[in-house]
């Protein structure tokens, strides 16, 4: 059974960082095996967004357009953990940000990609 656990989540001012964390369970981040994990985000009124993502068969990274420069996603294979680094955070990035997962890669940031998610951490983000 996949499980994804995000955290990390907070109130911060504009400008400032945050780094997400997601320990998974039931994925083994082995160099033969296949996932794809990414972070998605939904803000009140709009849709789930994209953030970024990594496959496992290249490690090849993701990233949409609205955070590139400031989001780095990265990993710790011997904790079993995904992480996002927020860095130059806006108002616009103020949201429930979601780990994500799935047995096929590669990655993509559409959401309807990914049969595993994780319950959500909160980013606030005040101007």
């Known amino acids: 059974e996949v499980q994804l656990q995000a955290s990390g989540g907070g109130l911060v001012q504009a400008g400032g960082s945050l780094t997400l964390s997601c320990a998974t369970s039931g994925i083994t981040f082995g160099p033969f095996d296949y996932y794809a994990i990414g972070w998605f985000r939904k803000a009140p009124g709009k849709e789930r967004e994209g953030i970024s993502c990594?496959?496992?068969?290249?490690?090849?990274?993701k990233t949409t357009n609205s955070v590139k420069g400031r989001f780095a996603m990265f990993s710790d294979k011997a904790k079993s953990t995904v992480y996002l680094r927020m860095d130059n955070l806006k108002p616009e990035d103020t949201a429930v940000y979601y780990c994500v997962a799935d047995f096929r890669p590669p990655c993509t940031l559409v959401a309807d990609w990914y049969e595993h998610w994780g319950q959500g951490t909160q980013v606030t983000v005040s101007s």
């Open positions: 990594i496959s496992s068969t290249d490690l090849s990274t």
